[in-house]
């Protein structure tokens, strides 16, 4: 069973041709990276897959049904370049928030936030929170109910460097076997996949 397949995929923005006749698939405990410049079509793969955009042309299939489907959509972990959370909450209600919307057990929150190094500030608002807090913050949202697919646009922009805070370390702890896709602007040394 792929986690995600392209065939044959093309998309415009109007007139312009953003991805021609794309194939690419990624296999169950695969990480695969996406790397290129801005305006490469990274992110619009992304959203394809997630079914927030239609092809122009060819099929995209996400763990065996279709990008966008509810039910398929509720194994996705998504990491977003950047990330948005209402500022007067605290990283727990946050977190606890999109639990219940996902329909995760709400034992993973205190968890999470302890897996990607918010123990200490789970309590705060958000507003006092860092950029590298904040996207640490996204990635527990994207952690959460154990997704069988995750994946991050341009992670770990303003992280911290932390042995604790390894890509897979935070995934394995989770109970989360690797099946990602990430996307990056160009080659980036910076994201610790071991």
Known sequence: MSCFRLENVSYRYDKAL?????DLRLEPGEILG???HNGAGKTT???LILGLMTPSQGRVSVLEGEAGDPKVSQNIGYLPENVMFYPQLTGREILAHFARLKGANLRQVPELLGQV?????MDARVKTYSKGMRQRLG???ALLGKP???MLDEPRWGWTRSPRLTFTGCCASCGMT????FCAPTCFPALNLT
């Not at 953003?18 to 794309?22: A, Q």
């Not at 690797?178 to 896709?181: E, K």
Request: no cysteine.
């Open 178 to 181: 690797a099946r990602v896709l």
């Open 117 to 121: 190094g918010l123990d200490d500030a």
């Open 45 to 47: 793969s992304i959203k």
């Open 18 to 22: 953003v991805l021609n006749g794309i």
């Open 148 to 150: 069988r697919l995750l």
């Open 139 to 141: 990635l527990a949202q």
């Open 34 to 36: 996406l790397f290129g």
